[in-house]
Structures are given as structure tokens and as C-alpha cells.
């Protein structure tokens, strides 16, 4: 298997554009969840999906932020408008049936720079 | 709480010397507790987990201990290697409604082992 594909996995884009970035869980795997990676605030939960249903969204930071699975392989995380303070990291990961934390399997992520 | 907190923020040590990272959480309905290993580019990835009926997990340097009364858990990296060089996650879980399968990870720590 080719494990969790992010991408793109650089994105700069300018203040207010819209940003779409994609992820491609494992194949069989049931739960797939978004993180956001930065220095000051670490590895934080945006937002999970079960069955392509989302079950917790709490972590999203506000409305300019959406994310959907439309079928079991594919998930996006939109930003619409871009702001600067949202450069970061962002990784997809995804996990079997069963397993919930313990079988997490991280793609590699898509640095994005908002300037 | 869901907080895990991690200390030290960076660590550096000889090669053939012991890395000793800790955490420590205060929700004690977490049952799960891995750590994660990061390289620069890639996504993290699980290196061992404990849970709490357990006190310690070796799987070869590596060693888990995790103390239940103290709410507080450490990895240990024996004769650490310039390849272990990396950013390292504590993280904990539980299995409780909405909560199955999400990770709360710790701040990271940055491992420089000199050769």
C-alpha cells in the first residue's frame, strides 16, 4: 500500500485566496482525521471522519475553514478565505477498522504559506 | 482536561548516552498512550505504546514507563544514535463517545544526538 497521499505538499498562496488541500487514506481504512501542525500550538485535531460521516469538528478554527469526504477515498480541507496565521502543516491520517488510535498512519503532510 | 503536557522542549546528547523525554496528562480516563517519532518532511509515526495496566514496554532501545498514580508517563532511549535525531510526540486517547480514535498529542521535543 502507498500509505496516506497528501497534496499538494507545498502550497503558498496569497491573503484571501482559496486553498484546497486533498488526502487519499489507506485503502480499507474507516477513520481518517485532520491535524494541523505548528510551533506554537503543536499537532491539534481539526476535524474526523468515520464512514466518510464527520463525527467531531470541534477542533476547526472558524467558518473559513470546511472539510468533506465525499467517498472512502478521498477527503479535502478548504480555507476560504486564506489568512496568514493559518501557515502551517497540515496532515492527513487515517486508520482501520477496529484500531481508532492505535493503527494512526500519517501522510506526510502539505506545508502551506499564507502571505 | 484534555492536556498533555511534554517536557523537554528540545534535548541533546552524546552518542551511546539516554534520552529521557516525559509527559504528563490529567484526563485519567485515557487508556492509550503511544509516542511518536517525526523527521523533518514526513508525518509522524508510531514508535511504541503502553497502556495503563502496564508500567513499562521495551521494544529494543526504546522503553516506555508510565506511572498510573502520578499521571505521568516517559520515554527512554537507550544508546541514542545520530539517527535518532528527530521530533518526538507523546500522546494519549480514550475509546468514550466522540473521543474514540482521537490522539491528543504533546508539545514535541526535539532529540539531537551528536555523534
Known amino acids: 500500500d502507498a500509505g496516506v497521499i497528501q497534496s499538494p505538499r507545498h502550497e503558498v498562496t496569497e491573503m484571501g485566496q482559496e486553498v484546497t488541500l486533498r488526502c487519499k487514506p489507506i485503502?480499507?481504512?474507516?477513520?481518517l482525521f485532520w491535524y494541523r501542525q505548528t510551533m506554537m500550538r503543536g499537532l491539534e485535531l481539526l476535524i474526523y471522519?468515520?464512514?466518510?460521516?464527520?463525527?467531531?469538528d470541534s477542533g476547526m478554527p472558524e467558518d473559513r475553514f470546511s472539510a468533506k469526504m465525499p467517498n472512502a477515498s478521498f477527503s479535502t480541507l478548504k480555507i476560504q478565505p486564506s489568512e496568514p496565521r493559518d501557515s502551517a502543516v497540515y496532515f492527513c491520517?487515517?486508520?482501520?477498522?477496529?484500531?481508532?488510535?492505535?493503527?494512526?498512519?500519517f501522510g506526510s503532510g502539505t506545508r502551506l504559506t499564507v502571505v | 482536561q484534555q492536556q498533555v503536557k511534554q517536557s523537554p522542549q528540545s534535548l541533546i546528547v552524546q552518542k551511546g548516552g539516554i534520552s529521557i523525554i516525559n509527559c504528563a496528562y490529567e484526563?485519567?480516563?485515557?487508556?492509550?498512550f503511544p509516542w511518536y517519532q517525526q523527521f523533518p518532511g514526513k508525518g509522524p509515526a508510531l514508535l511504541i505504546a503502553i497502556r495503563p495496566d502496564v508500567s513499562e514496554k521495551k521494544e529494543g532501545r526504546f522503553t516506555i514507563s508510565f506511572n498510573k498514580s502520578a499521571k505521568q508517563f516517559s520515554l527512554h532511549i537507550m544508546d541514542s544514535q545520530p539517527g535518532d535525531s528527530a521530533t518526538y510526540f507523546c500522546?494519549?486517547?480514550?475509546?468514550?463517545?466522540?473521543?474514540?480514535?482521537?490522539?491528543?498529542f504533546g508539545q514535541g521535543t526535539i532529540l539531537t544526538v551528536h555523534p
Open positions: 491520517a487515517s486508520s482501520g477498522p477496529g484500531q481508532g488510535a492505535r493503527g494512526y498512519t
Open positions: 500522546a494519549a486517547s480514550y475509546a468514550g463517545g466522540t473521543s474514540y480514535g482521537k490522539l491528543t
Open positions: 484526563n485519567t480516563a485515557f487508556d492509550y
Open positions: 471522519f468515520n464512514n466518510n460521516v464527520p463525527i467531531d
Open positions: 485503502s480499507g481504512h474507516d477513520y
